[in-house]
């Protein structure tokens, strides 16, 4: 029966199962989540953002220091880098015409200023990241200063655990004493500025050494204030409209500026002006903490006590009826009690 074997050998010779076959190593190589470690990697700091594009400063602090232009590595798409940032980037660092490194990493920030669009509104915007002072700068008048506006700003800084400071702008057009009054008894370091007469040797002083995130109403002049600390910043400026009596928006996007005073540097990070700042991203329990007066006196108020109207036994109504506020403690009583409502809404 030897032609069923000879049969047998025609079938092998056919089959397919049987033919040994060498992998392409490049195509069948499976995908990696590894990541070069980057050891080459530079700390920078990011001075602006535009467009995808990033300004960052390499070197910092040293005689080679210079800018340079970075994109985002592909692994952090979804991470999002602001101002402030303290970046990682590898690639072509000489900052010459043309080039361009990569953003491959981003420090752990120390503090992050946030806001939302309203108090209803949970999605936050990042302003600024690493910021350890906030300047808040507000003018006597055209336009008229806003105390609530700057309330919801201490809240915001305090919040994130940055020292805020005042700025008082046009004070030769309007007396700001009665302005002023509704921040006794809080911690806050205040600045007049009027026309001709800038206190910059002492907001200076303020700022050197610190990063320092400046924020305001648009018209009130921090442009102009910021040109005056920084000369090269040369940051457009604008009026205040007639008719409606609000500024108009002249910076359009967050930039760090290099401060360099008599006492040593600091950074000045200007920011757009807005005419609101939602504080939906905000704990309500961290609100008091902006009214340093209130808060002390809180200390005493029932367990759980909400500090509203209504709220039974509260010592903070209990001290404004009893005078020991003084004559701005109801007005700083019903600043508080208006932000403490916004949260109690559902």
């Not at 340079?68 to 991470?79: G, I, N, P, T, Y």
């Not at 109504?317 to 004559?327: N, T, W, Y």
Request: charged share 25%; aromatic share 4%.
């Amino acid at each position: 029966m030897s032609w069923l074997n000879d049969d047998d050998d025609d079938d092998a010779a056919f089959d397919e199962s049987s033919i040994r076959m060498r992998p392409n190593p490049k195509a069948n190589r499976p995908r990696t989540k590894r990541r070069p470690a980057h050891a080459d990697a530079q700390s920078a700091r990011v001075l602006g953002v535009g467009r995808g594009r990033y300004t960052v400063l390499v070197a910092e602090d040293t005689p080679e220091e210079h800018e340079v232009l970075a994109v985002r590595a592909r692994e952090l798409r979804k991470r999002p880098i602001v101002t402030g940032d303290i970046a990682r980037v590898v690639g072509d660092t000489t900052g010459e015409q043309g080039t361009l490194s990569r953003i491959i990493g981003i420090e752990d920030r120390k503090t992050l200023l946030r806001r939302s669009a309203d108090d209803t509104d949970q999605v936050e915007r990042v302003v600024v990241a690493n910021a350890d002072q906030m300047l808040v700068v507000v003018a006597a008048a055209d336009p008229e200063p806003r105390a609530r506006l700057v309330d919801r700003y201490l809240v915001a800084a305090l919040d994130a655990g940055i020292r805020p400071l005042l700025v008082v702008t046009k004070t030769d057009l309007a007396d700001p004493a009665a302005f002023l009054s509704h921040f006794e008894g809080v911690d806050l370091d205040v600045f007049t500025s009027a026309k001709g007469e800038m206190p910059l040797e002492r907001i200076g002083a303020a700022i050197t050494g610190h990063s320092t995130v400046f924020v305001g109403h648009s018209g009130v002049g921090k442009s102009t204030l910021v040109n005056a600390l920084v000369p090269s910043a040369q940051r457009a400026t604008g009026h205040v409209n007639d008719v409606t009596g609000r500024g108009r928006h002249t910076s359009s996007s967050t930039v760090s500026l290099r401060y360099r005073g008599p006492e040593g540097n600091g950074w000045v990070i200007d920011t757009p002006g807005v005419r609101s700042f939602g504080l939906g991203h905000v704990d309500p329990t961290h609100i008091i903490d902006a009214f340093t007066e209130l808060a002390l006196i809180a200390q005493d108020c029932p367990r759980g006590c909400t500090h509203l109207p209504d709220a039974p036994d509260c010592a903070l109504q209990e001290a404004v009826a009893d005078g020991r506020l003084g004559p701005t403690g109801a007005a700083r009583l019903d600043s508080l009690q208006r932000l403490l409502t916004t949260f109690a809404t559902p």
